[in-house]
């Protein structure tokens, strides 16, 4: 590749060009306070913007969290992906069979006609007949957050109360330690200090001297 004077440059790999972007990513959260303060909780909480060109054209964020989902199997589990789109929504990426929707759940009526069903004498047919009422139906449906910096922000804190709270006794690989293992291990690691210390101050008293035993 020809570079500036003419003086030929080594052009970049492909891998440093995405390694590039990948960092530069970091441009997204700059120059805005709220912005400033998710990237710093990002960095905190050892979160990747892994955004493509394409993605953030659309109005995506894709992040990629430090901890495994197990999907589709032990062996080969992947890390946590979520991300934040600009129709309103927020989703796990590739926990299950198919993408799922992070939004809080709000009710939603619906109403419809009340009809009056009729059968014919030799119940072939029927007519129907409105009551001049309705039926309440009551559904949850997903609240959109239309602001994009809203929906980091809600984000970051749903990762951090469902992936890294609640899984907190799940080591970075992704293992899971049941929780009566791991009180179980941290009681023994804490015996196994106590008695370390006890043997360190472990004494003889003979003719009157005593002696530590090392």
């Not at 659309?58 to 992947?78: M, S, Y």
Request: glycine content about 6%; aromatic content about 12%.
């Amino acid at each position: 590749m020809i570079g500036l004077n003419g003086v030929m440059v080594k052009e970049p790999s492909l891998r440093k060009k995405i390694m590039n972007r990948k960092e530069n990513n970091k441009w997204k959260y700059q120059g805005d306070t709220r912005y400033e303060k998710v990237y710093e909780k990002m960095q905190l909480l050892g979160i990747q913007d892994i955004t493509t060109d394409r993605q953030h054209k659309n109005g995506t964020i894709i992040w990629r969290l430090p901890i495994k989902n197990n999907w589709p199997q032990v062996n080969a589990a992947t890390y946590i992906e979520v991300g934040s789109f600009d129709s309103g929504y927020v989703r796990n990426q590739n926990s299950g069979y198919s993408n799922y929707q992070l939004n809080k759940r709000k009710p939603e009526e619906f109403f419809y006609k009340d009809y009056k069903i009729t059968w014919n004498d030799d119940n072939t047919d029927y007519t129907q007949e409105w009551t001049g009422k309705y039926r309440k139906f009551i559904t949850r449906t997903c609240e959109l957050i239309p602001i994009e910096i809203d929906r980091l922000e809600y984000l970051i804190s749903y990762c951090l109360k469902n992936y890294y709270i609640k899984r907190a006794n799940e080591v970075v690989s992704g293992d899971y330690v049941p929780k009566w293992k791991h009180e179980h291990d941290m009681e023994t690691i804490e015996r196994v200090t106590r008695d370390e210390g006890a043997l360190q101050n472990l004494s003889v008293t003979v003719n009157g001297e005593r002696y530590k035993i090392i």
